[in-house]
């Protein structure tokens, strides 16, 4: 292996040197400082992502900064306004990327893997990471209506069929709505954007293909008109089909410059071009009908998202064909009816949005997140499966084998310790939840994952704090850099414990004591390392490693409670962390994570709310409503909110993690599990009770089985019925309606009326 002796730090050395850069082995040797030493640095998959998002950046500032001309995505137009507070200074910025608006909401049809975007001002991007499509309405006096630029614009998510965007914006006297869905099969899908634009004095509608996406510049090199001019054909390969003929199509290219402008020159309609070619990848076009006085014009695009064919003559049937799926996908899922309009709008969209990203394994988001990570699937699939949507579930966890190591390593990302831990919790909840005895082929995959957390472990013997503990690796990216992260540790207890429970379920009782004292015993450890922290930090709270001090990666620590129930509900160390965090790291009502993600993130502040509602303390509720405020119009969260813009700051516009956690926290106010019993309604707020409405949710899976529980408000008092159809024995059920006193229910008893307390 000659090039393990070969002098590559000298030669890069030298090379650096002489073209006056700094040392960048000794620049590397002193980032690595900052971290704990680990066997993995910076995974894989990471720097892949982060070369990408940087290499579009730095297109980004090639193309965008002096072109500022041209129609720009919302974003673009918001970050390069110096009057906008999203406004970003450029200077000697080598990438300039979507750090303001990261909002895009995706459409498709449940098991299909096509999923278009829809930005905040209805921008569709049909293909992933493609170029995109446009409208706007120009009068032939006046200023024109471009959604980019407009202030006045709405936006909606329907589902009632399907799922359909709808984008209206208007400028008087100009008025425009788009309707965007997918529509097909999951294996011949199609892109269709209904156009409505009317006005009242004469002006033209424009279908333009815009070289662009929300992340910024996406290439077309050329551009053709079909021959019965009912479409495009885009880079020669993708196909955008026009139900009307326009009245005049227009092409430009980069040195021309945008279409857009070349619509006001009089000679663009003296041009009879069909095709447009473009080296630099800036191509555009726009289509344009005529708009009459005080006439509307409806025009409906269509794109193919695969390379199927299709029948136009068929759309109808398509639509069908789409409706069926959702219909179909749905069935079983658990209802919520709560008098809360905007709650409801949002826990039915997350439903939605999990449907639509798991079409086998899961994906936590569907543009920049859309590939496999152990973590976001052990919460995505939860929700599912809390959600009752229990096959969808179990087809997801039979792919986990395919992404073990020989050695039982569950891998989506090198460096994750956490990730064991996480495929053996979800197994396990799949199993106490369906009463399913573990499938024979997951039986190995289990033995080799429970073992391999055992081997990770660092000896008990060394006099440190991480002392049996998990190795330093990379854990959650929002965390930190490389350390010995008790996130890891947690899991890792939850997964011993499943590994025990699910030997046992196989009759595997040698193995299943086996797991069990080795979950106990890294637990020892774990009690062990918090005691060290408590006494350096003067306090029980705790710190994401044993070696941090407090800050907002603590909000890792709180898995020991909100979900693996590891310490208990009161747990003064779980109590005390919740607190600071509570404290010190709230912005606008949310959890503002300054690591990474330097934004409002939601679904931790929904862990945090969950570790509230977990120990019966009210100010649950106030984080729910700041995370419902924080959502799209399309009942959508990114990965991280812009404390100012609102708009999403880092990550995927349409984060399924946060989607999950809504599903998850909204059933867990109507019944979760406790100390091997039900609790119910320890999360109902008394505004709900306030409306005198019906309240109710259910079939909803449990530990125990499924459960329908509805609430009754009368006068003052509350009457609670709930019907169980178990797995085995009732289980012993506990009442705790905020504002009511705790009941502990007897068995064979399915309602109970709450008396109002008078000193509530």
């Known amino acids: 292996m000659w090039w393990k002796w070969f002098p590559w730090r000298f030669l890069v050395r030298d090379a650096a040197r002489r073209q006056g850069f700094l040392d960048p082995v000794k620049i590397l040797s002193q980032l690595q400082n900052f971290a704990q030493p680990s066997e993995v640095l910076v995974p894989t998959e990471l720097l892949r992502s982060g070369v990408v998002l940087h290499a579009r950046g730095l297109m980004n500032s090639l193309a965008i900064q002096h072109n500022l001309d041209w129609i720009w995505p919302y974003w673009v137009e918001c970050q390069y306004d110096p009057q906008n507070e999203a406004f970003i200074p450029r200077a000697f910025s080598l990438t300039q990327i979507n750090l303001t608006h990261r909002n895009w909401t995706a459409l498709g049809v449940p098991n299909g893997t096509a999923f278009p975007l829809?930005?905040?001002?209805?921008?569709?991007?049909?293909?992933?990471?493609?170029?995109?499509?446009?409208?706007?309405?120009?009068p032939q006096e006046g200023e024109p209506l471009i959604p980019s630029l407009s202030p006045n614009v709405s936006q909606k998510m329907v589902m009632d069929d399907n799922l359909c965007v709808i984008t209206e914006s208007s400028f008087d006297p100009l008025k425009l709505q788009l309707k965007a869905q997918v529509i097909g099969s999951a294996q011949a899908p199609l892109c269709q954007v209904r156009i409505t634009g009317s006005a009242s004095v004469k002006a033209r509608l424009v279908v333009s293909l815009r070289p662009y996406n929300p992340e910024g510049v996406s290439f077309i090199n050329s551009i053709t008109l079909l021959e019965d001019s009912l479409g495009w054909q885009v880079n020669r390969g993708d196909f955008v089909y026009f139900d009307k003929p326009p009245d005049q199509c227009v092409f430009s290219d980069y040195h021309r410059g945008d279409v857009y402008n070349r619509l006001s020159s009089p000679a663009s309609a003296e041009e009879n071009e069909k095709e447009v070619s473009c080296k630099v990848g800036m191509a555009s076009s726009?289509?344009?009908?005529?708009?009459?006085?005080?006439?509307?014009?409806?025009?409906?695009?269509?794109?193919?998202?695969?390379?199927?064919?299709?029948?136009?003559?068929?759309?109808?049937d398509y639509q069908k064909t789409a409706q069926l799926a959702w219909k179909e996908s749905l069935q079983g899922a658990c209802s919520l009816q709560i008098p809360d309009e905007h709650f409801q709008f949002l826990y039915e969209a997350a439903i939605h949005t999990m449907v639509l990203?798991?079409?086998r394994e899961v994906y936590p988001g569907p543009y920049i997140y859309r590939r496999f990570w152990f973590r976001d699937a052990a919460f995505i699939l939860h929700a599912l499966l809390c959600a009752g949507l229990k096959e969808r579930v179990r087809r997801a966890l039979d792919?986990?084998?395919?992404?073990?190591?020989?050695?039982?390593?569950?891998?989506?990302?090198?460096?994750?310790?956490?990730?064991?831990?996480?495929?053996?919790?979800?197994?396990?909840?799949y199993c106490e939840m369906t009463g399913n005895v573990p499938p024979k082929e997951w039986k190995e995959s289990i033995h080799k994952a429970g073992k391999w957390i055992c081997r990770k472990r660092l000896s008990n013997n060394l006099l440190s704090p991480h002392a049996g503990l998990l190795p330093s690796g990379f854990s959650a990216e929002h965390l930190g850099p490389n350390d010995f992260y008790y996130w890891d540790d947690f899991w890792a207890v939850a997964g011993l414990k499943a590994a025990a429970f699910l030997c046992?379920?196989?009759?595997?009782?040698?193995?299943?004591?086996?797991?069990?004292?080795?979950?106990?015993?890294?637990?020892?450890?774990?009690?062990q390392s918090l005691n060290k922290v408590d006494e350096r930090l003067k306090r029980l709270a705790i710190p994401a490693s044993p070696y941090r001090r407090l800050d907002t990666g603590a909000i890792g620590s709180l898995v020991a409670s909100y979900p693996l129930r590891v310490f208990e509900q009161n747990d003064p160390r779980i109590l005390d962390t919740a607190d600071f965090l509570m404290k010190n790291c709230l912005v606008h009502g949310g959890f503002f994570h300054d690591m990474t993600h330097s934004g409002i993130n939601p679904y931790l502040t929904l862990h945090l709310a969950q570790v509230l509602l977990r120990a019966g303390d009210p100010r649950y509720f106030g984080l729910m409503t700041a995370v419902a405020k924080l959502a799209s119009p399309t009942g959508q969260w990114p990965e991280s909110v812009h404390p100012r813009t609102g708009g999403g700051c880092m990550g995927d516009g349409q984060h399924v993690w946060a989607a999950a956690e809504w599903a998850l926290i909204i059933r867990n106010c109507f019944v979760r599990e406790e100390n091997e019993r039900l609790i119910l309604c320890s999360g109902i707020p008394q505004v709900w009770l306030g409306k005198k409405q019906m309240i109710s949710f259910g079939p909803a899976p449990t530990s125990f089985g499924d459960i329908q529980i509805s609430l009754k408000p009368q006068g003052q008092n509350v009457l609670v019925q709930w019907r169980g159809q178990w797995l085995a024995k009732e289980p012993?059920?506990?009442?705790?309606?905020?504002?009511?006193?705790?009941v502990r229910i007897s068995p064979a008893t399915n309602s109970f009326e709450l008396k109002a307390e008078i000193d509530k």
């Open 118 to 138: 829809v930005d905040p001002r209805g921008l569709v991007t049909p293909y992933y990471d493609s170029w995109s499509i446009d409208v706007w309405i120009i």
């Open 286 to 316: 726009a289509a344009v009908y005529t708009l009459e006085a005080g006439q509307s014009k409806e025009v409906t695009i269509t794109v193919p998202l695969t390379k199927n064919k299709i029948e136009k003559e068929s759309y109808g």
């Open 357 to 359: 990203h798991s079409p």
């Open 399 to 429: 792919c986990f084998r395919s992404r073990q190591t020989a050695q039982g390593y569950f891998l989506s990302q090198e460096g994750e310790w956490d990730s064991n831990g996480e495929a053996l919790w979800i197994m396990r909840q």
């Open 504 to 527: 046992a379920a196989c009759k595997d009782n040698d193995e299943a004591i086996y797991f069990e004292k080795e979950s106990r015993a890294l637990l020892e450890s774990i009690n």
């Open 732 to 742: 012993p059920i506990d009442i705790q309606l905020p504002g009511f006193a705790s």
